[in-house]
C-alpha cells in the first residue's frame, strides 16, 4: 500500500469542481443567447405563415371576385330573360355570399398584417436585446475561460508532482467523466458514491493510515476525512 499526500489530491479536487462548476456557468451563459436566437427563429417562422396566409387569402377574395363577376352577369340575363324570382333571389343569394366571405377575408387580413407588425417589432427589439446580451456574455466567459486557463495548468502542476502510478490513476479516472468527480469518501461503511460496502481493514487503512486505495465497484479514488 502506498503513503501519500493527500492534501494534493485534495486541492485537485477542489480545482475539478470548480473547473465543471465554471463550465456550467458558460454553458449557462450561451443559454441566454441561445434563447434570443430561438425566440427570433420562432418569430422569423410565423411571419412566413403570416405572409403565407395573406398570400392565400388575397387568392380567395380573387377567386370570389371572379366569381362574383360571372354570378352578376348570369343573375342580369335571369333578369332580362324574366326568370323566376326565386331563380334570380338563389342567385342573389350567392353573390351576397360571396361578398360577405370576400369581406371576411379582408378582415382576416387586416389582423393578419397587424400581427405582421407585431412580429417585425419584436424581432427588432429582440435583435437589439441579442446585441447586448452577446456583448454581455462574451466579457463573462472570456474571464471564465481565463479562469479555466489558471485551474487547467493548476491542476497539470499537481498532477506532476504525484507519483507516476497515482497520477496515470487519476488521468485515466478523469477522462471518464465520472459523475461527481474521481473521488470519494467512506460514508457508513460504504463508499458515498457507489455504496459498495467496505471493510473495516481498509477504512482504518484510508482514514487513519492515509493509505492509496481505490472503491472496488466505482473505481474512485478514496479521500481520507479530516483531508
Known sequence: MQQID???????????????????EIDQENARIDKINSLIESHLTRRKEIKANIVNKNSLILDNESQLKILSEQTT?????????????????????????????????????????????????????????????????????QELELLKSHKNEILEKLPENIRNTLIKLSQKNLSHGPFTKIEAGSCMMCRFKISKIDENEIDVHKLFKQCPQCSRIFLPYGV
Open 6 to 24: 493527500f492534501s494534493q489530491l485534495k486541492e485537485y479536487d477542489s480545482l475539478s469542481k470548480r473547473e465543471q462548476q465554471l463550465l456550467r
Open 77 to 145: 340575363r335571369l333578369i332580362e330573360q324574366g326568370s323566376s324570382e326565386e331563380k334570380i333571389a338563389e342567385f342573389q343569394k350567392k353573390i351576397s355570399d360571396l361578398e360577405e366571405e370576400s369581406f371576411s377575408y379582408l378582415e382576416e387580413i387586416d389582423a393578419l398584417e397587424n400581427e405582421l407588425q407585431e412580429t417585425v417589432g419584436f424581432e427588432n427589439g429582440a435583435r437589439k436585446t441579442l446585441q447586448e446580451i452577446e456583448t454581455e456574455v462574451k466579457q463573462i466567459v472570456q474571464t471564465k475561460d
